[in-house]
T-cell receptor, first 111, second 112 residues
Framework: DAGVIQSPRHEVTEMGQEVTLRCKPI?????LFWYRQTMMRGLELLIYFNNNVPIDDSGMPEDRFSAKMPNASFSTLKIQPSEPRDSAVYFCASSSRYTQYFGPGTRLTVL | SQQGEEDPQALSIQEGENATMNCSYKTSINNLQWYRQNSGRGLVHLIL?????REKHSGRLRVTLDTSKKSSSLLITASRAADTASYFC????????????FGSGTRLLVRP
């Protein structure tokens, strides 16, 4: 199995632009999680899905952030418009039970 | 808010020595997990201990759980330079067992 796949691995954009991060979970996993990691705030859970349905989005910072999971093998996290304070590493993780498997992350820099 | 808090924040030891990291949490839990993160990489699951377990081993790793004190420890024996990484504890509560809250992590440096 290829593990959790995220793209792009690095993204540099300018303030105000739309950013879309992509994730392909491990086949057969029914939970998908989006996290954000910064030095200041550590690892934060943004949202998670079960069977493609959003269960808890209480960690999504503001309306500029949205996430979708149109099918079991694909999810997106969108930021529109992006701001410099959104600069962070964004991780996607999937699980079928308690253990989560993380992707390599997308390092986002908003100038 | 963070459920687990690791201690110490940073630890530097010599190769071959043992490394002990501690985690404290606030509410009742279903299980507690430890993860490792190498620089620039995603987190990797190391070990899970359930709330009714007190100790668990996996290779050079030993995890203990004291639910009365709401604390856990991770011991890495005979450390190697390759163990250099950040280590996080994560807790899942009974209502949302699949939702994990991660601590702030311990940065471990193993000097060759």
């Amino acid at each position: 199995d290829a593990g959790v796949i995220q793209s792009p691995r690095h993204e540099v954009t300018e303030m105000g632009q739309e950013v879309t991060l992509r994730c392909k979970p491990i086949s057969g996993h029914d939970y998908l999680f989006w996290y954000r990691q910064t030095m200041m705030r550590g690892l934060e859970l943004l949202i998670y899905f079960n069977n493609n349905v959003p269960i808890d989005d209480s960690g999504m910072p503001e309306d500029r952030f949205s996430a979708k999971m149109p099918n079991a093998s694909f999810s997106t996290l969108k930021i529109q418009p992006s701001e410099p304070r959104d600069s962070a590493v964004y991780f996607c993780a999937s699980s079928s039970r308690y253990t989560q498997y993380f992707g390599p992350g997308t390092r986002l820099t908003v100038l | 808010s963070q459920q687990g808090e690791e201690d110490p924040q940073a630890l530097s030891i010599q190769e071959g020595e043992n490394a002990t990291m501690n985690c404290s949490y606030k509410t009742s839990i279903n299980n507690l997990q430890w993860y490792r993160q190498n620089s620039g990489r995603g987190l990797v699951h190391l070990i899970l201990i359930r709330s009714n377990e007190r100790e668990k081993h996996s290779g050079r790793l030993r995890v203990t759980l004291d639910t009365s004190k709401k604390s856990s420890s991770l011991l890495i024996t005979a450390s190697r330079a390759a163990d250099t990484a950040s280590y996080f504890c994560a807790t899942a509560d009974g209502d949302s067992s699949y939702k994990l809250i991660f601590g702030s992590g311990t940065r471990l440096l193993v000097r060759p």
